[in-house]
């Protein structure tokens, strides 16, 4: 018999529910994060964190154009990403896609939650990349591991929760944070990172951006589509210190959504104005 799996979200004033067969796996982290993965007709195998008000779909194995964007278009911009950063991304998703480019030789990815980790290596398809040689998955505070790393990454992406007050994420709102992200990359270094979505969370989208053009120069705003995502649409903000993010460098093989001919239009679906605080 199946059920309703999903989130409802009052803050949003939005909700979003997939009908699942079966529960796959499920546990309470060391953090209290109820993790649940489940099997869906439509969407293939997802991935649920938090309870209740806080539940959100993270990551399905059909439809999932998130992680193809966040990764790629960095590391298609940049001449030679050679090391990467990625800070969140316990289900192993965007580590998948990064894994794609043969020139990065190094990727770090560094998770707060161990159990996410454990549970998706295990249940996803991709679950074997955490295995890749190229990989070194770290357990740790994302916005504390990287204060203590100065001029180490081309590529740094972040691929965390919603930041709201009280979750983990919310340091990465910060400003300090984006200073670190500058500090972090070599010369000639890119930042891609999440910012929400442009409907029901443009007070994310504004405050990544606003953080990032404090320390960047060059900052800009993306999009792509994500339908298991509050209003099927996602903005992620990059900033460089030197390659321009809207040309591709190379090809990059093996992808469902993204590709050369699809990279600067990214950047284009929407003009600038919604930043504008309403009113």
């Known amino acids: 018999m199946g059920f309703w799996i999903g989130e409802a979200s009052e803050k949003l004033g939005y909700r979003l529910e997939l009908w699942a067969e079966r529960v796959i796996a499920e546990a309470v982290s060391d953090h209290n994060l109820r993790i649940v993965i489940a099997e ?33 278009v960095p590391l298609a911009a940049h001449p030679s990403p050679k090391r990467v950063l990625i800070i969140g991304g316990g289900d192993g998703a965007v580590l998948r896609e990064v894994l ?13 939650d161990a159990k996410v980790v454990e549970l998706c290596r295990r249940h996803l398809d991709h679950g074997h990349v955490f295995d890749d040689e190229r990989t070194e998955l770290v357990i740790a505070n994302g916005s504390q591991f990287i204060s203590q790393h100065k001029a ?20 990465l709102l910060a400003d300090s944070f984006y200073l670190d992200c500058r500090e972090a990359l070599k010369d000639g270094g890119i930042v891609a990172l999440q910012a929400g979505s442009p409907i029901f969370q443009p007070e994310i989208t504004r405050r990544v951006y606003r953080g990032l053009a404090g320390c960047f120069a060059d900052v800009d705003l993306y999009f792509s589509p994500m339908p298991i995502y509050p209003g099927g649409l996602w903005v992620y903000a990059v900033a460089s210190l030197g390659p321009d993010v809207r040309t591709p460098l190379r090809e990059t093989t093996g992808t469902r959504f993204y590709n050369s001919r699809i990279h600067a239009c990214l950047f284009d679906l929407f003009r600038m104005e919604f930043l504008q605080e309403p009113g």
Do not use: N
């Open 40 to 72: 869906t007709d439509r969407f293939g195998k997802v991935l649920v964190l938090g309870d209740g008000e806080d539940a959100a779909l993270q990551y399905s194995d059909r439809w999932d154009f998130y992680e193809e964007a966040l990764a790629h």
């Open 152 to 171: 180490e990454f081309d590529v740094i992406l972040g691929d965390y929760s919603d930041p709201y007050e009280g979750m983990p994420a919310y340091a």
């Open 100 to 112: 794609k480019h043969p020139e990065v030789e190094r990727i770090t990815l560094v998770e707060i």
